[in-house]
């Protein structure tokens, strides 16, 4: 939450500057807010390497995956400034600032290569999700697994909660399917692995 609130923080910098303010950027100002507008993302990416939490099955993550949501956003702000915005040149440093996060998934994709952290926990009924903003779900409630072949993705259904979606291409085979066994172990509906999930 502290990285997130320090991201909203420095845009929020950069809008009261530069819309409110009326602020013509100087070069050192527009190095500040890009700096640390990456530098708080690549650490919010960068703990949760050292997170952990106390748990009776745990995961690894053999990559990470690099959202194309964020690469589409980075895509989008940066077509906009440059071929729509008539502040172009005041405000040509921002795509520098919309590319911080996808920058940051970029080096962590390397990262993640190398040290190869738990991302994945199940205490008790609880499953866990290490991530940018951590996920956790009550296993009893699970509804429904389901396996999208295209983006190879678990989805899970959950009674009260949104349905959560797990990158299989980001975990072993052997661990994928232990964490099947358990999910429709602990769940209290009929729940069973989908008919066209093909691990690989």
């Given at each position: 939450m502290k990285y997130f609130i320090a991201f909203l923080l420095s845009l929020i910098g950069v809008f009261v500057f530069?819309?409110?303010l009326k602020t013509e950027y100087s070069l050192v100002l527009k190095i500040v807010f890009t700096s640390l507008t990456f530098i708080v993302a690549f650490l919010w990416e960068y703990s949760l390497l050292n997170k952990t939490f106390d748990s009776d099955f745990k995961i690894r993550s053999q990559k990470k995956t690099i959202s194309l949501y964020d690469f589409g956003m980075g895509i989008f702000w940066t077509l906009y400034i440059l071929l729509l915005s008539d502040n172009r040149e005041t405000l040509s440093y921002l795509i520098f600032v919309f590319w911080a996060i996808p920058f940051s998934e970029f080096i962590m994709w390397f990262i993640y290569r190398k040290q190869k952290p738990y991302t994945l926990f199940i205490k008790g009924n609880e499953l866990i999700l290490n991530r940018r903003w951590i996920v956790k779900r009550n296993l009893t409630e699970l509804t429904q697994i389901q396996y999208d072949r295209f983006n190879k993705n678990l989805k899970?259904?959950?009674?009260?909660?949104?349905?959560i979606s797990i990158k299989t291409t980001e975990y072993k085979t052997d661990e994928i399917h232990k964490l099947l066994e358990i999910l429709i172990e602990k769940s209290e509906n009929n729940v069973f692995v989908p008919n066209n999930y093909e691990p690989k």
């Open positions: 530069g819309t409110i899970l259904d959950f009674k009260t909660k949104r349905e």
